[in-house]
């Protein structure tokens, strides 16, 4: 018996791959073609074949997990739904699904083929998928992941949206000023020099000092950028320089406080699905901490299970550590004290998407006016450097 990977067509112009087990190529020709479907290329499935390559894009994220939440949701298990999710995938999914299926029937867990298949998955995502799957309640981790997703998008939407027109008032403005710095102005300099040379020299001055200007903001912008990779990198070299870069990001403003949320609500989720399914407080702490992406806060979350694990409540142990939000402490000591955590947790889980929503709205909507303000600056800079000095010039000129 082989294994091929079948690429196929659709009568409705759509295409997919397909992996088929076979004793004889022309028994999978006729049956594929008894299916309706139209042989664009059979080849042998390799080791290398049966992982998925590339990247998934987030609409198709979302669709893929709505198609399982659909499928789980009514009783089947996770590799009856991959196997009925093939079709379902349309052209953008068809041949991920069929890999995805391939590796899941041979053993593999669905978190570790997501894993090892095509970027695209969050570490939340990757995280909630193990978690589902070491309690066995996928069907409800699918839910809630769509329910993620979504918000997600109509962020990214709304904030995508929000940008189109600033950006394309600053991107003509900054070729507008390039053009008049670059062609322009020389130009007219040359045209004052065969009436004043004086005068001349003195707008030439201006146009140098200008793009002087320009030059040195563009690049203290490519040296911030450049400082800030070389820093990254560098601190990925040793676990303590990660950690020490990490306790750096949550002290910028806007950085800090939206990785602050962000950890809050991962962390919370998680742990609401975990106590939900039976976990006792130590494990899913521990399970929790593979959802956390910062490394400051992972180890700070280490040291909070650590002090769990010896027979310190949970709030105590959160309170000897710096940072933690007051609501999240707040909510833990209300959980314990109401001896049901995973309620307070999943009050935090609503807040902290919430919060996060409102902060994110609140960024987009504030781009928008300081991006037509720096359009104005330049604006105004302009005129003050070439406008005004040629009027003032002008008299001079006879």
Not at 328 to 345: C, I, M, N, P, Y
């Amino acid at each position: 018996m082989k294994e091929y990977l079948c690429h196929v067509a659709r009568a409705d112009g759509t295409t997919l791959t397909l992996r088929r087990t076979t004793g004889s190529q022309t028994v999978l020709v006729r049956d594929l073609g008894t299916e309706g479907y139209l042989i664009l290329k059979l080849e042998e499935a390799t080791a290398d074949s049966e992982r998925p390559t590339g990247k998934l894009k987030s609409p198709s994220v979302l669709r893929f997990t709505e198609i399982l939440a659909t499928l789980t949701a009514n009783g089947l298990g996770l590799k009856e739904a991959l196997a009925l999710a093939r079709p379902l995938g349309g052209k953008d999914l068809g041949s991920f699904l069929s890999a995805l299926d391939a590796r899941v029937q041979k053993g593999h867990s669905l978190y570790q083929a997501l894993k090892d298949g095509p970027r695209g998955f969050s570490v939340l995502y990757l995280g909630l998928i193990r978690i589902g799957e070491q309690t066995g309640d996928l069907a409800t981790i699918f839910p809630r992941l769509v329910e993620y997703l979504k918000s997600r998008q109509a962020l990214r939407d709304k904030t995508v949206n929000a940008l189109v027109y600033p950006i394309f008032v600053m991107t003509v403005a900054l070729v507008g000023i390039a053009g008049l710095s670059l062609f322009v102005l020389p130009a007219l300099t040359g045209s004052i020099a065969g009436l004043n040379p004086e005068v001349a020299q003195q707008y030439r001055d201006h146009v140098t000092a200008f793009q002087t200007g320009v030059s040195l903001f563009f690049g203290l912008l490519l040296f911030a950028g450049v400082a800030v990779v070389v820093l990254r990198r560098a601190s990925t070299r040793s676990a303590d320089g990660a950690v020490r870069f990490d306790r750096a990001l949550l002290g910028l403003p806007l950085v800090g406080a939206l990785s602050w949320q962000s950890f809050c609500l991962h962390v919370s989720f998680s742990l609401e699905i975990l106590l939900s399914s039976g976990y006792s407080l130590e494990s899913a702490l521990g399970e929790c901490a593979a959802v956390v992406t910062n490394r400051a806060l992972q180890a700070s979350w280490g040291r909070v299970r650590d002090r769990v694990v010896k027979g310190t409540t949970l709030s105590q142990s959160l309170r000897q550590e710096t940072g933690y939000p007051e609501v999240f402490l707040g909510w833990v000591e209300v959980g314990e004290s109401a001896h049901d955590l995973k309620r307070s947790f999943a009050q935090l889980r609503a807040f902290y998407q919430n919060q996060i929503d409102l902060l994110s709205a609140r960024f987009a909507s504030l781009v928008e006016p300081a991006l037509i303000v720096l359009v104005g600056v330049m604006v105004i800079a302009l005129v003050l450097t070439f406008i005004t000095p040629l009027y003032s010039m002008l008299g001079r000129l006879f």
